[in-house]
């Protein structure tokens, strides 16, 4: 195996590049050079892929994205939660590159290398759970919960997927069936798979029962609607991503994992969104005293390259046959060797206080703007994965009326004036902070001066 760590004093391709950790707007956004390569793009590319925000990206490094026309953003999306450990990481960069002189594929499935085998140790070690575990790697997140699926209907020999309300999982046509929202993701694009059943979840802000409640309210209709006999797996992300952040109540999840191990259900956590650090914890199931039995990773788990995983109890991970399990670049060298530098990195450089550091600046920003914009109805999260959600101002301590249209209107206002942030909710109505875990305390003050002034545009 390559030595993936270069020194930090050695000189990096990233610190070559030179990208002041600060926000600068120099033309109209989308600048020119965007307008144009936007107009190629039109001509070349589906409308189905959509873009958040048509500046086309240089360079980028740390928190900060560089556009074609020279603006610098700062970044409070990360690529959904994938930079986790920063833009163009040192050793990201340096562990990959030594890697591609090397080899850079074999098909593990073919000819086999260290690389893989370093990240599945790594991942037993750092998932939730002492007991024996055994990864295979996927390129996607959707793949990793395909594979997760997969093998938990191979172990218990039944049938039926559960998920919960406000559930994302992907865009592969199994996954499309899982998530809550139809709209965009699956509108049209059926016959959606089938015997996949959705219980309700645990949403204190919007259901106010206690951890204990919501999970019996799930359980009755596991075992009503769907029938513990018939059902294989039970996906839950422990804070749910794109259906808006929301935190479960104490004790919720363990009363699911609890009920789950009684029937011979294997219980999924999808920590695509929340795992890598992001959190604070390696995996957001451990704020809650979860412990899995799979878990399945992607996003932030190899610095940007594409990389997924199903880690889990070995005698379950064991059950799908030889040549079951694979695929083409899964477990590719390069995204393993990036993988071990992130691993690397969050140890050698304390990124888990890190995101904990973020999370207390960013919150006690938001307590202080939601003291004086009603609409901020709820914060929560947990480190560096936070949200607020808004309301129709006067309805915050009453209806909670999801509030149609500020969110759109608060990232327009920051991308103008150079910070990307990203919405998230069932109804639209959240604005979620993923930032990498390379945000200093002086942008994300910097931000918040946006937000704020984004708020008060709203009046
Ligand atoms: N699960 C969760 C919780 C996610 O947030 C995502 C991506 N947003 C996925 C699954 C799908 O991952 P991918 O886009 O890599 O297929």
Redesign the pocket.
Known sequence: MTDSLAPSSSPSPAAARNVPQERRIVTAIPGPRSEELHARRLAVVPVGVSSVLPVYIERAHGAILVDVDGNQFVDFGAG??VTTIGHTDENVVAAATAQLQDVVHTLFTITPYEEYVRVAELLAEHTPGTWAKKSVLV???????ENGVKIARKHTGRRAIAVLDH??????NL?MAMNYKAAPYATGFGPLAGDVYRAPSSYPYRDGLSGADAAARTIAYLEKVVGAADLACLVV?PI???GGFMVPAGGYLPALQAWCTENGVVMIA?????GMARTGRYFASEHFGWEPDLV?S??GIAGGL?L?AVTGRAEIMDSAQPGGLGGTFGGNPVACAASIAVFETIERDGLLAEADRIGARLRSGLERLAARFDIIGDIRGHGAMIAIELVESGTAATSKLPHPDAVPRLTAFAAQHGVLFLSAGTFGNVLRFLPSLAMTDELIDDALVVLDDAFSSLA
């Open positions: 959904i939660g390129n996607s997140g959707a793949e990793a919960v559930a994302y999982h992907g865009r592969t996954t992300e749910q991503g794109e999808d920590e695509i969104q929340s399945l992607a996003k594409p997924a």
